[in-house]
Nanobody, 122 residues
């Protein structure tokens, strides 16, 4: 499966962005999808994940209450709605997919999108 992340950009602190992760090659509906981010000089970190059946979502503590992950399996797309953005949210955001279980370790994901840059100005 190929993943394409989009929707990044420059936004002021307190603003919102919605990222999209579109899949091609095969359907996403059997995969867990997660968003990770990587800031300059830092390791890639888990942001949010969603099960294939949409029953369960997971969030990093740093984004709980501000970010919402969702998916539309009919459109083969997963979204990350980001509200109340902070300068510390600045990073390249990646979507990734793997079977069955949402995990927070990047190396355990089989498929990755190319990343989309989110910059939050203060």
């Amino acid at each position: 499966v190929q993943l394409q992340a989009s929707g990044g950009g420059l936004v002021q602190a307190g603003g919102s962005l919605r990222l999209s992760c579109a899949a091609s090659g095969r359907t996403l509906d059997i995969y867990v999808v997660a968003w990770f981010r990587q800031a300059p000089g830092k390791e890639r970190e888990f942001v949010a994940g969603i099960r294939y059946d949409v029953t369960t979502t997971y969030y990093a503590d740093s984004v709980k209450g501000r970010f919402t992950i969702s998916r539309d399996n009919t459109k083969n797309t997963v979204y990350l709605q980001m509200n109340s953005l902070k300068p510390e949210d600045t990073a390249v955001y990646y979507c990734a997919a793997r079977p069955v279980t949402v995990l927070t370790t990047p190396s355990l994901y089989n498929y990755w999108g190319q990343g989309t840059l989110v910059t939050v100005s203060s």
